[in-house]
């Protein structure tokens, strides 16, 4: 049973590029988590997602970043017009249900920006 | 927002060596989790400590949870150099929705 998988794992973009980053959450999960985390810092939440729904998205910046999970396919966190800042490595989660237990994260993407 | 607080940020200790790691939390949560994280890699559950008085032990590692106190600790036991990596904790925010993650500890066991 394969994990959460995450791609790019790595990814260079220029300012004002787009990021698309990819994350197929565990087999049987419908609930998809992405947080991001900057140097030296800890995770930050960024948004919930189920299947074609986001139900928290309060850990999103209002502009530029968008995030979807379609019915099929892999959910999706893209990033526009990147700047210096948005480095970071952006993680996935999945869990099966809306979850208090543990929830699996992925191998993180790592987004640098020169 | 609620936050969670861990400390020290940045631990060195010998190998054999005892020590503990705290994680302090800003508001009521009955639900608390360590993870360790490897340098480049993604971030592994250790625990999940569901209620109050809540204590569970994995090999060098034992977690503990005070609700009340909104404290939790992860003792290392006789540690040893694979033991090294950044352990956090998160906190739920009694929603299922998201986790507050700590800053980390970076833990390096020196032979």
């Known amino acids: 049973n394969a994990g959460v998988m995450q791609n790019p794992r790595h990814l260079v973009r220029r300012r004002g590029q787009e990021a698309r980053l990819r994350c197929s959450p565990m087999k049987g999960h419908s609930h998809v988590y992405w947080y991001r985390q900057l140097p030296e810092e800890g995770l930050k939440f960024m948004v919930y997602l189920q299947k074609e729904n986001i139900i928290d998205e309060s850990g999103m910046p209002k502009e530029r970043f968008s995030a979807e999970f379609p019915k099929e396919g892999p959910s999706i966190l893209r990033i526009q017009q990147v700047v210096r800042g948005d480095s970071a490595a952006y993680f996935c989660?999945?869990?099966?249900?809306?979850?208090?237990?543990?929830?699996?994260f992925g191998e993180g993407s790592w987004l640098t920006v020169v | 927002e609620l936050k969670v607080e861990q400390n020290p940020l940045f631990l060195s200790m010998q190998e054999g060596k005892n020590y503990t790691i705290y994680c302090n939390y800003s508001t009521t949560s009955d639900r608390l989790y360590w993870y360790r994280q490897d340098p480049g890699k993604s971030l592994e559950s250790l625990f999940v400590?569901?209620?109050?008085?809540a204590v569970k032990q994995e090999g060098r590692l034992m977690a503990s949870l005070d609700t009340k106190a909104r404290l939790s600790t992860l003792h290392i036991t006789a540690a040893v150099h694979d033991l090294s990596a950044t352990y956090f904790c998160a906190v739920d925010a009694n929603t299922g929705n998201q986790f507050y993650f700590g800053t980390g500890t970076s833990l390096t066991v020196i032979p």
């Open positions: 400590l569901l209620s109050n008085g």
């Open positions: 989660a999945s869990s099966p249900r809306i979850s208090r237990d543990t929830i699996y």
